[in-house]
C-alpha cells in the first residue's frame, strides 16, 4: 500500500502559523483516536514470554525489522532462557545464534553484559524503573520505554525513526533529536496515550505514512497532516491543521 504513485517532496516542513497547545493536545489525540481504528491490533511486534525476552528482543532489534529478530529469538530463549543463563554464556556462541541479524557482535556483547548486569545488580531481576534500566549496559530510553511500556508501567512515547518521521509530518514536534521528541509529544499526550501512540507510528510507518513515498491520498489523517496537504496540494486541510 506505501507509495501510491507520489514522489517524496523535499523541502523542509511548512512554515505553519503558530498553534496553541490546546489545539496541538487535539490533534495529537485525535490522531491516537483516528489510528487506534485503524490499527486496532496496534501493538508491540516483538515475540516474547516475559521481560528478559522483550529486554534481549529489542536490543537485537536495534537497525533490523522485528520480524528478522522474531526468526532468531526461540533459538535464543531455547538456550539461554533467563539472564544468569545468559550472563554465563560463551560470546562466540551467543554471537553465532544473532549473526543474521547484523552488527552481531555488538548486539551478543550486550546481550551478555546486560544480563551480567541484571543478575549483579538486580539478583537477576529485570529492573522496573527508567532510571535503572538504562543503567543497564545496552539499553537505551527507547529500548527502556518499550519495555516500560508493553510490560510494566512509567514508560514514556517510544520514539523510534517512524515515530520521529510522522510526528514531524504531522507538525507535532520540530525537534530531531528523540528525546526531545519524546518529551515534547509527553506533553501533548495523556499518559495513557504514551505507550500506544509509539505502537501506532510503527504501524501507520509501515502501512502508509513510507519515508520516502507516504501515501497520503489514502491516509485516514490526511485532514490533520500539514505535510501531506503540501503533498496532495490540499491547502485547505493545511489551514484546518494549523488550527
Ligand atoms: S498525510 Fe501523508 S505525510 Fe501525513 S501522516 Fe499521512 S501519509 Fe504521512
Known amino acids: 500500500m506505501a507509495g501510491g504513485g507520489y514522489n517524496a517532496v523535499r523541502h523542509p516542513l511548512p512554515a505553519m502559523p503558530r498553534q496553541s497547545r490546546s489545539s496541538l493536545k487535539n490533534r495529537a489525540s485525535e490522531v491516537v483516536r483516528i489510528l487506534s481504528r485503524h490499527y ?25 525489522t522485528d520480524a528478522k529478530v522474531n526468526t532468531v529469538t526461540p533459538e535464543l530463549f531455547r538456550r539461554w ?5 545468559m550472563a554465563a554464556a560463551d560470546l562466540a556462541e551467543v554471537e553465532r545464534v544473532v549473526h543474521p541479524l547484523g552488527f552481531f557482535r555488538q548486539k551478543a556483547r550486550a546481550l551478555v553484559e546486560m544480563s551480567r548486569d541484571i543478575v549483579a545488580r538486580h539478583g537477576g531481576e529485570v529492573p522496573r524503573t527508567m532510571e535503572e534500566l538504562t543503567r543497564l549496559r545496552g539499553v537505551g530510553r527507547k529500548t527502556a520505554n518499550v519495555l ?26 520540530r525537534h530531531t533529536d528523540p528525546e526531545r521528541i519524546e518529551r515534547e509529544l509527553m506533553t501533548l499526550l495523556p499518559p495513557e496515550h504514551w505507550s500506544i501512540f509509539g505502537h501506532l507510528m510503527v504501524f501507520h510507518g509501515r502501512a502508509v505514512c513510507d519515508a520516502r513515498r507516504p501515501a497520503c ?27
Open 81 to 85: 532462557p533467563t539472564p544468569e543463563a
Open 40 to 64: 486496532p491490533d496496534a501493538r508491540c511486534t516483538l515475540d516474547h514470554r516475559n521481560p528478559f525476552e522483550l529486554l534481549c528482543a529489542t536490543i537485537l532489534a536495534a537497525q533490523c
Open 148 to 173: 516500560l511500556g508493553t510490560c510494566f508501567t512509567g514508560g514514556g512515547v517510544i520514539v523510534d525513526t517512524h515515530c520521529s518521521r510522522i510526528s514531524r509530518r504531522l507538525g507535532l514536534t
Open 217 to 243: 491520498p489514502e491516509c485516514p489523517v490526511l485532514h490533520l497532516c500539514p505535510e501531506g496537504a503540501l503533498r496532495t496540494g490540499a491547502p485547505a486541510a493545511l489551514r484546518e491543521a494549523a488550527g
